[in-house]
């Protein structure tokens, strides 16, 4: 007896709780419900095809070769398994596009060869069928692929043989099937290099599971229109964690919070949103929304646009992410074999990118701890093309780490002890790439004393040192690693902290800038330093002769993008 | 066959090279089941020589690459979707390893093979 499946919008509630027996009806509208949930997900589809030709097509090829076949039964009336699957393969031979499409195309030959004449099915004849498809397919290439849609539909016979023989409710074999589709779609990258190099996993695969899916969700009563929404409450939308994740083609982020007038149809909204974005998230808090969404330049102003048809907007923030990235792009010059790498830990975006333009190889990023493990900094260097190495920890409380690298690895790495971004700075300057690696440690150990280290910043608690006694939120300024000075205003430390460290006897003062302060607060306080070490004057240049050699300071000033330390500075 | 001369020298890239990279791209392809001969007559030497490169011809008009391919198809595969999937992989290959534009690839379809009679 047939299930008399009928292929309408979810209530909800699962269809059928056991399957026993399918008839050519109910298969028609399981390849319906495949097909849609296929359609749903065709994008994400697209976005995992690498291999064999990157062109972004798989999910499209495959739903127009399943629509293809369906458009083949639509109007049939036919209750008869076996010639329903005949004609299904019929449209899908036909229908067929890319190799997906082809090979989607053979699954089905198989599948209804092994239907032939049947009325009905039942789980072992499914799992015969599932097993003569992936025989099918794979006759139709003469150097078959694995990791690809192939190795999927063959894991998925074996699986489905494997659980007939504790049940004979398709139902269940189906579950089985689509667990086991989702799998064997994980371990495509570990067959399949080309999957692993791009990072995704095949994309045939991933559509072959989607149909299973669609029609066990079916069964489930699951929706099938629209990936479901998820609506979180506001708290769990943590945006620091959204904001890490930005895909291509997106261009700019908006976080817009609003009050809805009336109900928020939120599958309408997210249908509309999806139109003009991706990367949805929208969270629900007292009467509020908060929506988040990636869109491309061209689509820039539509969600305030959209949203503000909706209601009333209360809050928003929109960032241009393409102007982010290329902040943090880096290039670090390539090193050759036999050539000296140079490890670095550096603490900021902008100190990092002044250690790649110094020739470094390979940079740690400190991040808030400054404390990056033995593992991190090995890591930084095991894969660079050459075995000479030093490390620059930057930091007196990584130099430990640093030193256990050295043991860890048959490269011959040496740390030089920099104790700071000044020193480890310094260091640099010595560096020749393609010197004798003995020596450039030696003279890169001396440098270290070239420059004085500042480090200004907030006190956090109350304490005395040195005789200097501080008070939580003062600002202290560090020399060498030693508090020497502690005031209300940044000015005030720098000031004190480049006069406690004769600078008047020095020529360079280079002032790098965390990420806690903003330019313009940076601005004002060099002005402050510049009044006390002023630049070489313009007028004594112009002079034949200048009435008196007056004492002139190099002042530089760069984004070091650090946190805690207002300022990091060098003083040469 | 070569790229302008560079200062250190020439590159000389071979059609034996070209057609590999092309007769493994096409045995990878679904729905390919064999490679084949232009002829009987080249056929019969091909088989003999065990050649590697059987069922493809490469041509270099200039600056860019055509390729012939014989193949022989899987019968029940949709022929025109397994041809333009062929040539699609193969051109791709060609760019991604050689570096030199394809401009055509022609796919000679030599026959079919039966593998179950439906």
């Known amino acids: 007896m047939s299930s008399n499946l009928q292929f309408s919008s979810s209530s909800g509630e699962p269809r059928v709780t056991t399957l026993a027996l399918l008839d050519g009806q109910d298969l028609k509208v399981l390849i319906e419900a495949a097909l849609t949930w296929l359609k749903t997900n065709q994008e994400t589809v697209n976005a995992l095809n690498v291999y064999p030709v990157p062109d972004g097509d798989t999910g499209t090829n495959m739903l127009l070769t399943m629509q293809a076949a369906f458009n083949e039964i639509q109007n049939s009336g036919e209750q008869n398994i076996g010639k329903m699957a005949h004609a299904i393969a019929q449209g899908a031979l036909l229908g067929a596009r890319g190799n997906s499409g082809v090979i989607l195309s053979q699954l089905w030959r198989g599948f209804a060869r092994a239907l032939d004449n049947l009325e009905k099915m039942d789980a072992q004849i499914l799992v015969n069928a599932l097993k003569e498809a992936s025989v099918t397919s794979y006759k139709g290439v003469i150097r078959p692929v694995e990791g690809t849609i192939l190795t999927v539909a063959k894991d998925i016979s074996i699986v489905a043989e494997n659980s007939n023989a504790k049940t004979n409710d398709i139902l269940q074999i189906l579950d089985y099937i689509v667990a086991e589709a989702d799998l064997s779609v994980q371990r495509t990258p570990e067959l399949l290099p080309d999957l692993k190099k791009a990072g995704v996993v095949d994309a045939g695969g991933k559509g072959l599971f989607y149909l299973f899916e669609g029609m066990l969700r079916f069964l489930k009563g699951q929706p099938l229109e629209a990936a479901e929404v998820s609506v979180k409450p506001l708290s769990a939308m943590d945006l620091d964690k959204i904001r890490e994740k930005i895909e291509p083609g997106q261009d700019f982020e908006w976080v817009i919070d609003f009050q809805p007038i009336g109900e928020l149809d939120s599958n309408k909204f997210s249908d509309g949103l999806k139109k003009i974005g991706t990367s949805i998230q929208i969270g629900e808090g007292d009467g509020m929304y908060r929506m988040h969404i990636h869109v491309p330049t061209q689509n820039r102003d539509l969600p305030l646009d959209y949203v503000s048809k909706l209601g009333t907007i209360l809050n928003w923030t929109g960032e241009n992410l393409v102007a982010q990235m290329e902040k943090a792009k880096i290039d670090l010059e390539p090193v050759s074999p036999g050539q000296i790498g140079v490890v670095v830990v550096s603490p900021g975006l902008g100190i990092s990118k002044i250690f790649a333009s110094l020739h470094v190889s390979s940079i740690v990023e400190g991040g808030q701890t400054m404390n990056p493990s033995t593992e991190e900094i090995v890591r930084a260097f095991e894969n660079l093309p050459t075995d000479k190495i030093i490390i620059l920890p930057n930091n007196k409380n990584i130099i430990l780490a640093a030193q256990a690298a050295t043991t860890v690895t048959l490269k011959k790495v040496i740390v030089v002890p920099s104790k700071s971004v000044p020193q480890g700075l310094s260091a640099m300057l010595r560096l020749d790439k393609d010197g004798d690696l003995d020596y450039i440690v030696a003279d890169m150990t001396k440098a270290l004393q070239d420059a004085e280290t500042g480090e200004v910043t907030v006190a956090t608690r109350s304490v005395e040192i040195n005789g200097v006694h501080v008070e939580a939120g003062q600002v202290i300024a560090l020399l060498n690693g030693d508090l020497v000075e502690a005031a209300s205003t940044l000015d005030e430390a720098c000031l004190g902290l480049l006069e406690k460290a004769n600078t008047a006897d020095r020529e360079r003062i280079t002032l790098f800038y965390g990420e806690n302060i903003s330019r313009n607060e940076v601005n004002r306080i060099v002005d402050k330093i510049r009044a006390v070490y002023p630049s070489p004057s313009h007028e004594s240049a112009l002079h034949e002769s200048p009435k008196q050699e007056s004492p002139s300071y190099e002042i530089e000033v760069h984004e070091g993008g650090q946190p805690h330390y207002q300022f990091i500075i060098s003083i040469e | ?118």
């Open chain 2, 1 to 118: 066959m070569n790229e302008p001369a560079k200062p250190l020298g020439n590159i000389y890239i071979s059609h034996q090279a070209i057609a590999t990279i092309a007769n493994q791209s096409a045995l990878e392809s679904y729905g390919v089941v064999g490679l084949a001969a232009k002829n009987i007559v080249e056929g019969l030497a091909q088989v003999l020589v065990k050649d590697p490169n059987l069922g493809v011809v490469v041509h270099f008009d200039g600056n860019a690459i055509a390729i012939d391919l014989f193949i022989i198809i899987e019968y029940g595969t949709r022929i025109k979707s397994v041809t333009a999937n062929v040539a699609d992989s193969v051109r791709y290959q060609i760019e991604k390893c050689i570096g030199l534009p394809v401009t055509q690839v022609n796919v000679h379809v030599r026959g079919l093979r039966i593998s179950n009679p439906d």
